[in-house]
């Protein structure tokens, strides 16, 4: 990027290794604001900057952020301004990439940790290594940290160079892609990971141990049957107990302001919202316009939607959906195995957020969600580490399939889960509508790039170290899916996750106990053993209900006991009970009008999860990190449940968008009040493109990156 003439013509634009040392001169402190370099060298108007820094005094975001998340500014021409004002030479890494060797030698911790990547050797000096960053202020604050940070030799010097956004993340993009695969599959430590379930000993093991049960059927029948009747018995009525408890709890009252005010003037954090899709076309324009409507500035907002590298049309539906800039792309690299925990992993390393969320491509959140989990955050001690919100079904009345979904997780997230968690049981978490801190995240080592349900073990692991995971009073809209096929796919493969989960946490029972104590100990096997047991054991409920009258009447059918089979069907009978009765419970508690003859329709449906089950049990021997797609985006939605107040009821909270406009408008309305009803052209393009206004040609151009962080405005 050739740098410009006139006041600023100190800045220097690096074009390779020779042009380096005129470059270097002492460092000395800024002695020109921001905005008055970029309206100097073009990159901003004045109103642009002067809203920008009305902003900022709301919010505390930096100055520059403020720019190119509301698409006043380029993050190349904040790059120019950044090391203007810093007085560090700039760098253009699209144009010229780092040295290969010096990014061999680095490690992704301390890329990601500082935002920076090792650029050049100075060719005068090779001890002096440029580090280029978007944020050069806090490399010059602490060279010496950064040299520790890089594991730079002893006498190394690091010198500083400036670039934009989209560069820093290109120039990780350039790492190579086995790297890039290999760090995202193998975040979590091995001990407390699944990838060695996919061994070929492991399979084996788990194929004899599942064929175990059979085998003893066909050696001793009565003594096997006996024994398997005897144990379906203590795990549902284990199960059962769960919802027994909830039953009987008091729901938690809630907060009377769950929110600050739209648009308050608290600091809120930057929050990082990672966004899986794969072969999703259909679903990406609704969520673009979904995430438009959070109600959260702008500035303090950074999406990420993690594509696959091999799927073309999902990325040309985001971009045929005109995101905003605070959106970006990630590809993942090619990499075994094609999880979503996989993507996650990898975009992790682009977040800029103290603060991590998770959506999928389905997901329509209340626009004050955000906000919620923020304050939440805040009110909470350390120790809480995550945040999940409830998930609602909006599209309830596209069938009997549906209807059922729906129920169920309105007596999930509404009974369930919060008796689990009150328990002191470890929370699977669902995989979306969470939210976490990110220190701790990355602390854990991330998601399992190897389990198919890298929510529930995620919500394990978090219990073992020690934090807390909490349900916040915010709903989340989300899609069911309507085909038993797909339901059966996307049933099967949390099945099979909550199979790996335990087996992967059960390699050393003893410190399990240590870990979760005898409360969070006997809360994981019952949910996570109870759950398949449930289903699995079925076809056992089935075989009292038909063998029953044949040894009431003497035959002598399996051997089996009649006083067994008789409590095992009354004990069924009573189940089916405890479930419609708590099914009513989450209804009433999820805001539906409950009856006994809404509920009766899950009992037809509680037997598909048992073929389900079973063909989660042969996955887990054939191919135990498949993960079996399901396809979101068949259309517009219909509402099942009453809308929450920050969803369009009365006193809903407006977006950041809108609260934006109406402030610019004003302002406007000002300036051509005082200027006699004249403004020009520039001026009122810069008001509209602020306030969200304008056509996206009208817009600067941008990449779409976050911005560099800097001190002072």
Same mark, same amino acid.
């Given at each position: ?26 460092? /000395? ?20 900057? $002067? ?73 005068? *000096? ?6 280029? =960053? ?11 940290? #950064? ?13 500083? $160079?400036?670039?934009? #956004? ?83 709890? %008091? ?109 999928? =491509? ?5 626009? @004050?969600?955000?906000?919620? $989990?923020?304050?939440?955050?805040? /009110? ?89 995971? %909490?349900?916040?009073?915010? *709903? ?13 796919? @996307? ?98 508690? #999820? ?20 073929? =389900? $089950? ?46 934006? #406009? ?52």
């Amino acid at each position: 990027m050739a740098p410009r003439s006139g006041p600023s013509a100190r800045r220097v634009a690096l074009r390779g290794a020779a042009a380096l040392a005129p470059s270097i001169r002492p460092r /000395r402190p800024p002695t020109e604001r921001l905005g008055a370099l970029l309206v100097r060298d073009g990159g901003a108007s004045e109103l642009s900057v $002067a809203v920008a820094l009305r902003r900022q005094r709301r919010f505390g975001a930096p100055l520059g952020e403020i720019l190119v998340a509301h698409g006043l500014t380029s993050p190349e021409a904040l790059a120019r301004a950044v090391a203007a004002q810093q007085d560090v030479p700039l760098v253009d890494l699209a144009r010229d990439p780092p040295d290969p060797e010096l990014m061999a030698e680095a490690s992704v911790e301390a890329m990601v940790a500082w935002r920076a990547v090792p650029w050049r050797r100075d060719p005068s *000096d090779p001890r002096r290594i440029f580090l280029a =960053a978007p944020d050069p202020a806090r490399l010059l604050r602490d060279p010496e940290a #950064a040299r520790r940070a890089f594991d730079l030799p002893r006498d190394a010097q690091v010198a500083v $160079a400036a670039c934009s #956004a989209p560069g820093f993340d290109a120039a990780l993009l350039s790492l190579p892609a086995a790297r890039r695969a290999d760090r995202a599959a193998r975040r979590t430590p091995a001990p407390l990971s699944a990838r060695g379930l996919s061994g070929g000993g492991a399979r084996l093991g788990v194929l004899l141990a599942l064929l175990a049960a059979p085998a003893a059927v066909v050696a001793a029948p009565g003594l096997a049957l006996a024994a398997l009747f005897l144990a379906a018995l203590t795990l549902n009525a284990a199960n059962m107990s769960v919802r027994i408890a909830a039953l009987l709890m %008091r729901p938690e009252r809630r907060a009377r302001r769950q929110t600050p005010p739209a648009g308050g003037t608290a600091l809120l954090p930057c929050v990082t919202l990672l966004i899986p899709l794969y072969k999703e076309p259909k679903a990406a324009p609704g969520l673009i316009d979904a995430l438009r409507r959070l109600d959260y500035p702008a500035e303090r907002l950074d999406v990420i939607l993690a594509v696959e590298a091999d799927d073309p049309e999902t990325c040309e539906a985001i971009a045929a959906a005109d995101p905003p800039p605070w959106l970006r792309v990630i590809p993942a690299p090619p990499g075994a195995p094609r999880t979503k925990p996989r993507a996650l992993n990898h975009a992790l390393d682009f977040a800029r957020g103290t603060i991590v969320g998770v959506y999928d =491509a389905e997901d329509r959140p209340e626009p @004050q969600q955000l906000r919620k $989990a923020v304050e939440a955050f805040a /009110r909470a001690p350390p120790r809480v580490a995550c945040l999940q919100a409830r998930l609602r079904i909006t599209n309830g009345r596209r069938g009997w399939l549906a209807r059922c979904f729906a129920m169920e997780y309105a007596t999930w997230f509404h009974l369930v889960l919060p008796a689990l968690a009150r328990l002191g049981a470890p929370i699977p978490l669902a995989g979306t509508s969470l939210f976490l801190r990110r220190r701790v995240l990355e602390r854990l080592g991330a998601w399992d790039a190897w389990n198919v349900t890298e929510d529930a073990d995620l919500g394990v692991r978090l219990a073992r170290a020690g934090y807390e995971t %909490r349900m916040f009073d915010s *709903d989340t809209g989300e899609e069911a899916v309507t085909r038993l096929q797909a339901w059966l796919r @996307q049933r099967s493969r949390w099945q099979k996750g909550y199979f790996q989960t335990w087996l992967t946490h059960m390699r050393d029972p003893i410190r399990l106990w240590g870990d979760l104590g005898w409360r969070g100990f006997l809360g994981m096997q019952i949910h996570f053993v109870g759950a398949g047991a449930a289903f699995l054991s079925q076809p056992l409920f089935w075989t009292a209900l038909l063998a029953w009258p044949l040894v009431s009447s003497g035959a002598p059918l399996l051997n089996a006991p009649g006083w067994l089979l008789l409590t095992l069907l009354g004990f069924m009978h009573a189940g089916q009970g405890i479930l419609v009765a708590s099914v009513m419970a989450g209804l009433r508690r #999820a805001g539906w009008r409950a009856s006994v003859w809404k509920a009766l329709p899950l009992l037809g449906y509680w037997p598909l999860a048992t073929l =389900a $089950a079973f063909k989660a049990l042969v996955e887990s021997v054939a191919a135990p990190a498949f993960w079996d797609k399901t396809g979101h985006g068949a259309g517009p939605a219909v509402d099942e449940a009453p809308p929450s107040r920050a969803e369009g009821g009365r006193g809903a909270a407006r977006p950041a968008r809108s609260v934006a #406009a109406r402030e610019l408008a004003l302002r406007l309305a000002k300036l051509r009040a005082r200027q006699g009803g004249a403004l020009g052209p520039a001026a009122e393009r810069a008001v509209a493109g602020e306030a969200g206004l304008t056509s996206p040609s009208r817009r600067p151009p941008s990449s779409g990156a976050d911005a560099p962080r800097r001190s002072g405005s």
